[in-house]
């Protein structure tokens, strides 16, 4: 069992930065891939970016590729999802969500998620 709490959304100009947290309970988080996703208003919730078990790889949407780093500190239990650049497009609700595969193709779909954190508001003006 895994709990995963997000942090670090806010309101924030076009062209800043934030950068949220996902701190996770339970023993076996450096064994689950860890994934962000986020959904606006009146849209699917769509995959931002993942990390393997390690942290020796990483995904990303083209929509935030070069934009957005995610990475991992498995001895914090904490995933990270740093955004630059941000744009009023880039708003919605965050989610933050782990996965027990090692099947990296499995990273970009939500149903595959084994948990879930209640996710974090971001907003970008323009």
């Known amino acids: 069992q895994v709990q995963l709490v997000e942090s670090g959304g806010g309101l924030v100009q076009a062209g800043g930065s934030l950068r949220l947290s996902c701190a996770a309970s339970?023993?076996?988080?450096?064994?689950?891939?860890m994934g962000w996703f986020r959904q606006a208003p009146g849209k699917e919730r769509e995959f931002v970016a993942a990390?393997?078990?390690?942290?020796?790889?990483?995904y990303y949407a083209d929509s935030v590729k070069g934009r957005f780093t995610i990475s991992r500190d498995n001895a914090k239990n904490t995933v990270y999802l740093q955004m630059n650049s941000l744009k009023p497009e880039d708003t919605a609700v965050y989610y933050c969500?782990?996965?027990?595969?090692?099947?990296?193709?499995?990273?970009?779909?939500?149903?595959?998620?084994?948990?879930w954190g209640q996710g974090t508001q971001v907003t970008v003006s323009s």
């Open positions: 339970g023993r076996t988080f450096s064994s689950y891939a």
């Open positions: 969500a782990a996965i027990d595969s090692y099947y990296s193709d499995y990273y970009f779909h939500a149903a595959e998620y084994d948990y």
């Open positions: 990390i393997s078990w390690s942290g020796g790889s990483t």
